[in-house]
């Protein structure tokens, strides 16, 4: 019956008629009933805490965008503010509508035609929610969340020079299309190259990728870097000889700053969030569960981003003569992006080691983007691209085998340098290559269609002139209020001479029609 395990009514029935009850049988249905429904309860009530805990996590994780936006407006120069945040708003809006028609299910989707490499259900969520799978709509939500993260990542890096309708197009097809792909292989339980595969994983072992270093970041890094590429860099950037052009650092250090604080918050879901459930009691202890994994993964995330700045201002110090607030500010993100893969199976002082190392991989790119003439207005390409595919090595390198087994389950491996041998390690190096493999094999292709349809990059005379002015109907600041003259009224019998203003207001078209209506 339900309530009790099989033999235990048999046994309850035992002990009622021993001590003498006569009707022990009823007595012993009725008393597993009560259990079944107590079971039922607080089953339904970890169904809503787990929810409750995924949706947070979803709202701190759409956060980043504002992060995202702040950011971008910051690190470009004030004549294409509106059109960077501009595309901040379509990368969510135009994933949206292409992760619900065809990325969830790319990424996710299970049936009858389950296969390592592309998902086959829950287009449009059709059959959701799907208790055989246990996804219900906040999961939807949260991996939403995720791909348009990515989508903003590529963004940054061809700022200030790329047509409106690029973004509609590589948006949607970034979200849709090449990101589900890679979070099938890695995240789905059919996936043939991550350790949450129940089978048939790589190596025996799978790559581990707990919130997505190699998905997220490497993905919509080095779709930036081919886009950036293809594109070119903005005009003036370089000289005709590949020396140094024009400083073209971002207006506002302060939206930098405001950003980078923003998407730190955001991390706290990005990271513990991608345990998903959070009322999962760990084997064999009473007081530790995934809300133990979920603190300590908020703490080498914290730890990696904090060691990645402190880095990143002495090194550049030390390059430079100068502590650089900006440059501090994309060591602390590349901190966060290395140590997304590991976040959960590390212990906080390896964290430290893989802030540590995420700085100078992200300040050696970026030695060597001037040297190639590669033009990455926000760094992007270099910070999640490089310091992710740094993050899934660290991994290789230091996954704890307690922390793996308590995230993953038993059968996957651990950290070269943990005793785990290097079947990890190999692993880790496969999803980097195959990250880099597919995206480029996608993300080419729809750039040089782009380019050789001239869909990608705006006009000379646009770029000049910047995108707010030609494509947005004015710019993001005003520095003065325009100046009216006095009404008709007013000025009748007074010697008004309007030439003794500083501006020219029968110049202004504004205020023509300003007079008219008076």
């Not at 009473?286 to 700045?309: D, H, I, Q």
């Amino acid at each position: 019956m339900a309530g009790c395990v099989e033999g235990d009514l048999a046994s309850l029935t035992g002990l009622l008629t021993a001590a003498g009850l006569s009707n022990a049988s009823f007595i012993g249905e009725f008393m597993c009933g009560k259990f079944a429904d107590v079971t039922s309860s607080l089953s339904t009530h970890t169904l809503a805490v787990d929810n409750i805990y995924l949706l947070f996590s979803t709202y701190l994780i759409f956060s980043m965008q504002i992060g995202f936006a702040m950011l971008c407006a910051g690190s470009v120069r004030a004549k294409n503010t509106m059109n960077i945040m501009m595309t901040n708003v379509l990368d969510a809006a135009a994933g949206g509508i292409s992760f619900f028609l065809f990325g969830f299910g790319f990424a996710f989707g299970r049936s009858e035609a389950n296969n390592g490499f592309i998902g086959s259900n829950f287009f449009g969520l059709h059959k959701m929610p799907n208790q055989t799978n246990g996804f219900d709509y906040s999961f939807f939500l949260f991996q939403w969340a995720f791909a348009i993260a990515a989508a903003g990542i590529t963004s940054g890096s061809i700022a200030e020079r790329t047509q409106f309708v690029a973004y509609l197009v590589y948006s949607s097809f970034l979200t849709g299309f090449v990101y589900p792909i890679v979070a099938h292989w890695m995240w789905s339980i059919d996936g043939w190259l991550g350790a949450a595969a129940v089978t048939n994983r790589l190596f025996g072992v799978g790559a581990i990728d707990f919130a997505g270093s190699g998905v997220v970041h490497m993905v919509g890094g080095i779709a930036g870097l081919w886009g950036a590429y293809i594109e070119g860099p903005r005009i003036g950037r370089f000289g005709s000889k590949g020396q140094p052009g024009m400083d073209m650092r971002g207006h506002n250090a302060s939206l930098v700053v405001l950003g980078s604080f923003l998407l730190w918050f955001g991390w706290f879901g990005f990271n513990p969030g991608s345990y998903v459930k959070i009322l999962v009691p760990y084997e064999g202890s009473s007081f530790e569960g995934n809300w133990t994994g979920v603190g300590r993964t908020g703490v080498t995330t914290t730890l990696a981003g904090c060691t990645a700045a402190l880095t990143t201002l002495f090194g550049r110090r030390w390059m430079t003569g100068h502590w650089n607030v900006l440059d501090v500010c994309n060591g602390l993100l590349g901190g966060f992006a290395a140590i997304t893969a590991g976040c959960a199976v590390v212990e906080p002082w390896a964290a430290i080691i893989c802030g540590f190392g995420a700085a100078w991989v992200l300040m050696g790119f970026n030695y060597l983007a001037p040297k190639l003439k590669y033009d990455d207005p926000l760094e992007a390409a270099q910070l999640h691209g490089g310091c992710g595919a740094w993050g899934l090595l660290f991994t290789g390198l230091f996954a704890r085998e307690k922390y793996v087994f308590e995230a993953y389950g038993a059968g996957r491996g651990h950290g070269l340098f943990m005793g785990g041998g290097g079947r990890l390690l190999a692993a880790q190096i496969i999803e980097i290559l195959v990250v880099i493999g597919w995206v480029t094999a996608t993300m080419v292709p729809c750039f040089y269609l782009l380019d050789r349809y001239k869909l990608l990059r705006i006009s000379p005379e646009d770029e000049m002139a910047g995108m707010d002015l030609t494509s947005h109907g004015g710019k993001a600041y005003y520095d003065e209020d325009p100046v009216l003259l006095p009404p008709l009224s007013v000025r009748g019998g007074q010697n008004f001479k309007a030439d003794s203003m500083t501006v020219s207001l029968e110049g202004s078209k504004h205020n023509r029609e300003m007079q008219q209506a008076i």
